[in-house]
T-cell receptor, first 116, second 113 residues
Framework: AQKVTQAQTEISVVEKEDVTLDCVYE???????LFWYKQPPSGELVFLIR??????QNEISGRYSWNFQKSTSSFNFTITASQVVDSAVYFC?????????????FGSGTRLLVRP | ETGVTQTPRHLVMGMTNKKSLKCEQH?????MYWYKQSAKKPLELMFV???????ENNSVPSRFSPECPNSSHLFLHLHTLQPEDSALYLC????????????FGPGTRLTVT
């Protein structure tokens, strides 16, 4: 079973629409970390956010917001009023303890296309 | 100076060649990573170095050989690669190697002919 599932392979929206990218994770640990990264066409992944498992507060940063729900093992990412520059592949990742060290596991990514 | 730089950005090599990928980080981080990104596959962690010591090696074939001479530089030496090794190779760094966010370079697009 996948540890990090991003069921949406590709999403296409028109500029100014809101869009939510889903992320569901699987872990038996009580202490773990969740991340979102953005990969624009230029290639480098850009860190967006890190959450630890003890902090379920939702986070808002400008047009970006994250909804962390332990009850459903989800860490969804919403972009409000999307812009063309938001077009990228977005990766959700989980860092959990494996053999006394933490391992970062990426989902397969969601490609977001924002059309003008 | 950009946080994490990688050279070259593009590389085409034959199966019998030997080449090296270079990564440099200017963030004062202690950990560095090599990832492989193939089409339609999740990112695969290849190697992790913490304070110049290899701490992770995820069953990577020996035709990939990492080197970390200091905490700012990371190399990936390539020899006798296969066409299926064609991919985007990403370098990243983080303050420490376990749970900190990672900062990525732009990657080297490798094509093996």
């Amino acid at each position: 079973a996948q540890k990090v599932t991003q069921a949406q392979t590709e999403i296409s929206v028109v500029e100014k629409e809101d869009v939510t990218l889903d992320c569901v994770y699987e872990t038996r640990d009580t202490t773990y970390y969740l991340f979102w990264y953005k990969q624009p066409p230029s290639g480098e992944l850009v860190f967006l956010i890190r959450r630890n498992s003890f902090d379920e507060q939702n986070e808002i940063s400008g047009r970006y917001s994250w909804n962390f729900q332990k009850s459903t093992s989800s860490f969804n990412f919403t972009i409000t009023a999307s812009q063309v520059v938001d077009s990228a592949v977005y990766f959700c990742a989980l860092s959990e303890e494996v053999d006394s060290s933490y391992k970062l596991i990426f989902g397969s990514g969601t490609r977001l296309l924002v059309r003008p | 100076e950009t946080g994490v730089t990688q050279t070259p950005r593009h590389l085409v090599m034959g199966m019998t060649n030997k080449k090296s990928l270079k990564c440099e980080q200017h963030l004062g981080h202690n950990a560095m990573y090599w990832y492989k990104q193939s089409a339609k596959k999740p990112l695969e962690l290849m190697f992790v170095y913490s304070l110049e010591e290899r701490v992770e090696n995820n069953s990577v074939p020996s035709r990939f050989s990492p080197e970390c001479p200091n905490s700012s530089h990371l190399f990936l030496h390539l020899h006798t690669l296969q066409p299926e090794d064609s991919a985007l190779y990403l370098c990243a760094s983080s303050q420490d190697w376990e749970v900190d966010e990672q900062y990525f370079g732009p990657g080297t697009r490798l094509t093996v002919t």
